[in-house]
């Protein structure tokens, strides 16, 4: 922690630690990375999403990098977060992403393996709306598995009975398609046309 180290580099440094300690240190990163650069390496998404928030409010710039190990391959790097880690925006783009797939598939030969991925396409966008009342609605006011309340970020929160009758329809339609239906009603899968006005209409909510 000498002046004249010009950077840090931590590996999982809040492992074991209660969230009380964990944001102390999260806040404790944000503040040295203003004058060096500092280096995490972590696998605990909460304290991630800890450093961006801090981050910025404190105006440092937060870069993330992914490391995974997809299939047998370890050490695949990508510039965007996992999954579960991305906000509304990332995943927007990975939906928009997966449409061209979903095209070849429901053109294919296989209907079994369009309506899987359909599924689990129909899935990932029921989780977009989830975490936009968490990020648009509630302006990330209130954040699952977060230690504080941002009362500052309450003054820009945007809830009105109409925007939660969007939400309520967005999860609705996709809801019909994630869980398992009854074998006599045997509906048909939605083409992904259908997919793409789904994904439409939860973008033009996120615009608001």
């Known amino acids: ?22 944001q102390t240190i999260a806040e404790r ?3 040295e990375s203003k004058t060096r650069q500092v280096i995490v390496f972590t696998h605990d998404i909460t304290f991630l999403l800890a450093l961006q928030t ?12 992914t490391i995974r190990k997809i299939g047998n391959v370890p050490g ?13 925006k990332e995943r927007v783009k990975k939906l928009n992403e997966a449409i061209p797939v979903l095209k070849t598939l429901e053109a294919g030969t ?3 393996s369009y309506s ?28 699952r598995f977060s230690p504080s309340i941002q009362t500052k970020r309450i003054g820009k929160m945007k809830y009105t009975p109409e925007l ?9 339609d996709c809801s019909n398609w994630v869980h398992d239906q009854a074998r006599a009603i045997n509906t048909p899968t939605p083409k992904v046309n259908k997919l793409e ?5 939860f973008t033009e909510f996120a615009g608001n």
Request: with cysteine.
């Open 1 to 22: 922690m000498g002046t004249k180290n010009k950077g840090i580099i931590f590996d999982d440094p809040v492992n074991s630690l209660d969230h009380v300690r964990r």
């Open 29 to 31: 990163l944000v503040v």
């Open 54 to 65: 801090l981050s910025e409010e404190k105006v440092v710039d937060c870069v993330v990098t």
């Open 76 to 88: 695949v790097i990508n510039n965007s977060l996992p999954w579960i880690a991305s906000n509304v």
């Open 110 to 112: 296989d209907p079994d």
């Open 116 to 143: 899987g991925e359909a599924k689990k396409w129909c899935g990932l966008l029921r989780e977009t709306w989830e975490r936009s009342i968490e990020e648009l609605l509630f302006n990330e006011a209130i954040q």
């Open 164 to 172: 939660y009758k969007e939400i309520e329809k967005g999860m609705t």
């Open 197 to 201: 006005t789904y994904l439409s209409e």
